[in-house]
């Protein structure tokens, strides 16, 4: 549900920049980020060993992909980021159902 929440946060985050509402665009990006910083927070290294690394780093990635977002106005990095977010998604939900 953290990924859906995002993905729908970032795909709001990038129509509202194309629409060059920079200020809505700010606000989903924070919500964005702050699912991304908590899913972040919750890696698990004891028990996640190389999967929580490469998570973290992931989250790194994004965090600071989507700041460069904000400072280009650049709504493609967002799409960047949330095709990311969808294919981690997709992968958890896969793991979910087997």
Not at 29 to 48: C, K, P, T, V, W
Not at 54 to 76: G, M, S
């Amino acid at each position: 549900m953290l990924y859906d929440g995002t993905y729908r946060f970032l795909a709001q985050a990038s129509a509202a920049m194309n629409e060059r509402q920079f200020e809505v665009a700010h606000n989903k990006l924070r919500r964005a980020e702050m699912i991304i910083s908590h899913l972040q927070a919750s890696l698990d290294y004891e028990n996640g060993g190389e999967i929580a690394s490469r998570l973290y780093r992931i989250y790194v990635f994004c965090t600071r992909h989507l700041n460069q977002a904000r400072i280009n106005a650049d709504p493609q990095q967002i799409d960047e980021v949330r095709q990311l977010l969808k294919t981690l998604r997709d992968a958890w939900a896969q793991v979910a159902g087997s």
